[in-house]
């Protein structure tokens, strides 16, 4: 089975200061791996996706995320928060190897960029 | 905006009621999917339709069902509702639904209150 922990409910972070969302998954063969974010009161929005390849993402909104294998974890960055950073984010992966397995969430972190 | 659109916004109705929840995937897009959210269980994936055929399921109660029309809409259809059916009900769209490198398109949700 596949699954997804994103250790913390609520990161607090000053704006201009670098930012970490932290996510680790499960999955019995290779994972492909997402990134959502969630504004109040709308659906997700993609940011970015970790298919193969090069370990290091980029994504919109100047958002990056690094896929290590080893440590079986795909943690959202940013060099400089700014407080419009503020939202929930989902991690989510899928295993690419189990067929037509759907892509599990995480249960969310809720990003806190104080001005 | 996504391009997905999903109607009602609100929908505010009794246990043991039926309602409909209706999305239009973006134009071109073949598979459709359902998800749920809630405070205590995070986004639960529900089913997933493409081209008109279910092509998975999940967490999906036997008093819900879904179907996608072939003009590619899809509506779900929740019945004899209970207070813990109270939650965000998100339509997400992907261009496949066999390519999992796809990214899904997220509607803005519809809003289920059950009193």
């Known amino acids: 089975a596949q699954s997804v922990a994103q250790p913390e409910d609520q990161v607090n972070v000053a704006e201009g200061n670098p930012l970490t969302v932290k996510c680790t998954y499960s999955?019995?063969?290779?994972?492909?791996l997402f990134w959502y974010v969630q504004y109040p009161n709308r659906g997700l929005q993609f940011l970015l996706k970790?298919?193969?390849?090069?370990?290091l993402v980029k994504g919109s909104y100047g958002f990056e995320a690094e896929f290590n294998k080893s440590q079986t974890s795909f943690h959202l960055k940013k060099p400089s928060a700014l407080v419009s950073d503020s939202a929930l984010y989902f991690c989510?992966?899928?295993?690419?190897?189990?067929?037509?397995?759907?892509?599990?969430f995480g249960k969310g972190t809720r990003l806190s960029v104080i001005a | 905006d996504s391009g997905v659109t999903q109607t009602p916004k609100h929908l505010i109705t009794a246990t043991g009621q039926r309602v409909t929840l209706r999305c239009s995937p973006r134009?071109?897009?073949?598979?459709v999917y359902w998800y749920q959210q809630s405070l205590d269980q995070g986004l639960q994936f529900l089913i997933q339709?493409?081209?008109?055929?279910?092509?998975a399921k999940g967490n999906i109660l036997e008093r819900f069902s879904a179907q996608q029309f072939p003009d590619l809409h899809s509506e779900l259809n929740l019945s004899s509702l209970e207070l813990g059916d109270s939650a965000l009900y998100f339509c997400?769209?992907?261009?496949?639904?066999?390519?999992?490198?796809?990214?899904?398109?997220f509607g803005p949700g519809t809003r289920l209150t059950v009193l």
């Open positions: 970790y298919i193969t390849g090069d370990n």
């Open positions: 989510a992966v899928r295993d690419m190897d189990s067929g037509n397995t759907p892509l599990v």
């Open positions: 134009s071109g897009d073949l598979s």
């Open positions: 997400a769209s992907s261009p496949r639904g066999h390519r999992v490198v796809d990214e899904q398109f």
């Open positions: 339709y493409y081209n008109g055929e279910e092509r």
């Open positions: 999955v019995s063969g290779n994972p492909y």
